[in-house]
């Protein structure tokens, strides 16, 4: 594609259920990273993924947070017993080289 | 730790004004420097420094980095209103923790017709 895609762009659960939200990178883009954004807040760094090498979990903030990336390419982050402080903006990013990420539109979260 | 603060955190401003946004960064292993436009929810890119002194441009904008002093400013001449978004700065620390990006808390800059 032209670009990340991210879906759901919008997704509301209740407190307690379990969500998944899925990255698109840009193809043969060989780093995926997922951010996390609450309102008015920066971006705070969740995880990343650079070709075969085992992922960067440094920035997940529970156990209830985890993420794989299939085949190298589609990524899924998943968020168990959601919590209200989960609601925030989740961006994906995908780059061929360091410097330049490019950034999909995001999934807003809503929990409830 | 490596850190990027960015200053101010928000700035208003009128139609015509010029406006320079600050980034400082500690950052280890220090690669570049990158800037980017977020609007809605996607940050888009605007420019990548590595080299001290030397000033990117792009239309209105243009951005220097300081390796010395360990910091970056954007500039934007004759502000518009589509100029309206949240600007961030990230340093690379190439080889580092973080997928090697260190974001700042970004400047929300709101410019008044």
């Known amino acids: 594609g032209a670009g990340v895609s991210q879906s759901p762009s919008n997704k509301v659960t209740e407190k307690g259920k379990d969500v998944e939200l899925r990255c698109d990178p840009i193809?043969?883009?060989?780093?995926l990273y997922w951010y996390r954004q609450s309102l008015g807040q920066g971006l705070e760094f969740l995880i990343y993924f650079q070709g075969n090498s085992a992922p960067d979990k440094s920035g997940l903030p529970s156990d209830r947070f985890s993420a794989e990336r299939t085949g190298g390419s589609v990524s899924t982050l998943t968020i168990q017993r959601t919590q209200q402080e989960d609601s925030a903006v989740y961006l994906c990013a995908s780059s061929s080289h360091v410097d330049t990420q490019y950034f999909g539109p995001g999934t807003r979260l809503t929990v409830l | 730790e490596d850190k990027v603060v960015q200053s101010p955190l928000s700035l208003v401003v009128h139609e015509g004004d010029t406006v320079t946004l600050n980034c400082s960064y500690e950052?280890?292993?220090?690669?570049?420097l990158l800037w980017y436009k977020q609007e809605k929810k996607a940050p888009t890119f605007l420019f990548m420094l590595t080299s001290s002194g030397i000033e990117k441009k792009s239309g209105r904008l243009s951005s220097i980095l300081d390796k010395k002093e360990l910091f970056s400013i954007l500039n934007i001449t004759a502000t518009q209103t589509g100029d309206s978004a949240v600007y961030l700065c990230a340093g690379v620390n190439y080889g580092g923790s973080q997928g090697n990006l260190i974001f700042g808390k970004g400047t929300k800059l709101s410019v008044k017709p």
């Open positions: 193809s043969g883009h060989t780093a």
């Open positions: 950052v280890t292993n220090f690669r570049s």
